[in-house]
């Protein structure tokens, strides 16, 4: 059996939609191949700075990824890409490493970002050390056929892949009935998720709505700058996962992402699978993977623009939520079950030679 090398965050490490994603496409490869895994540890509470517990977590997975390629052959080496410098930078270190120790390896790099050609076009050092991580890539696998066609100018389109993220629940629906309108946050805390924004919007709504928050908290300033907005209508919570997140979906009417930027978050497929609209940022390549003309997308420069999308959604009449409800599960069952994923992943890695 082919072995592959993974290197990257998963749970219950990290719960974030990358972590979900590689643990995804890490179940389906386990069944065609021997799958070792060196976990990275991101730190959540610093996860835009560089500190000494980040270099000494880089240093321990590199001497765990030596070791591993000292004692085994491996056919594949599976990684995910950060849209960083430092994390451009790490990613070239561990091919480089792979490389050396076992040449005949294939290179995979996962993109699980919205922002991949913008970051290669901000700064000569980004498009250099992109550059350099090219020439040690066998296949790189992107989110977007907007993404590949842009890369395609810059590198040979042979090396490019694309495939959608997809989450493993079964899709279903619950009729709501709650006396408030009912919406809800999930996603760690972190500014540029649009935290803020979202508060600050929801504080100067004088209707009879809610909204409820769950994530994990990054830091004690934004922290206590959340907390700050704890009201009657506004809720703050703690992180919630599996059975309890989509339970909290079922009894919302409405999601809310007002990220400044993604690739297509897990959030909005979860969303999708019990049929609960939501409200997001027209950012990434959102708007690529919802159905045509979903009315509730708005553009994050435009001033007001997520105030007036919640008024609204909240204009909308029964049945013009219900027509929403219905696309958005057709979407799911055409686009994000497993089955369907798992044949594209397979094509990647099984259909490789």
């Not at 105030?307 to 909240?314: A, C, G, H, Q, R």
């Amino acid at each position: 059996m082919k072995k592959i090398l993974f290197f990257g965050e998963l749970p219950p490490n990290s719960v974030n939609g990358i972590a979900m994603s590689n643990s995804i496409n890490l179940k389906i490869l386990k069944k065609n191949f021997e799958v070792l895994t060196v976990v990275e540890n991101a730190v959540l509470q610093q996860h835009s700075k560089i500190t000494l517990i980040k270099l000494y977590n880089n240093i321990y997975t590199i001497i765990k990824t030596v070791k591993l390629l000292v004692k085994f052959k491996f056919d594949y080496y599976y990684m995910v890409y950060s849209n960083s410098f430092f994390g451009a930078f790490k990613a070239l270190i561990y091919l480089f490493i792979v490389k050396l120790f076992n040449p005949r390896c294939t290179n995979i790099v996962h993109v699980h970002r919205g922002d991949l050609i913008p970051f290669i076009n901000r700064s000569y050092k980004n498009y250099f050390i992109f550059n350099l991580v090219e020439k040690y890539t066998n296949k790189f696998i992107l989110l977007s056929k907007c993404d590949l066609l842009e890369l395609a100018n810059k590198i040979s389109p042979e090396k490019l892949y694309v495939l959608k993220n997809c989450i493993d629940k079964e899709p279903s629906y619950i009729k709501k009935n709650n006396k408030k309108k009912k919406f809800i946050y999930l996603s760690n805390y972190i500014l540029e998720k649009g935290i803020i924004d979202l508060l600050e919007a929801f504080s100067q709504i004088n209707e009879n709505i809610e909204l409820e928050c769950y994530g994990d908290f990054t830091d004690i300033e934004l922290k206590n700058k959340i907390k700050s907005f704890q009201s009657e209508n506004i809720n703050i919570n703690g992180p919630i996962f599996g059975d309890e997140k989509f339970t909290k979906l079922h009894q919302s009417d409405c999601l809310i992402l007002p990220s400044y930027n993604e690739g297509m978050p897990l959030v909005l497929i979860e969303a999708m699978s019990t049929g609960t609209p939501f409200i997001s940022s027209n950012v990434g390549f959102i708007e690529e993977n919802v159905y045509k003309n979903y009315p509730l997308l708005y553009n994050r420069f435009s001033e007001n623009a997520l105030t007036s999308k919640i008024f609204e959604f909240l204009n909308f009449k029964s049945f013009e939520v219900k027509n929403i409800s219905e696309k958005l599960l057709e979407y799911y069952n055409q686009e994000f079950l497993t089955i369907a994923h798992e044949k594209e992943l397979n094509k990647i890695f099984i259909n490789e030679s």
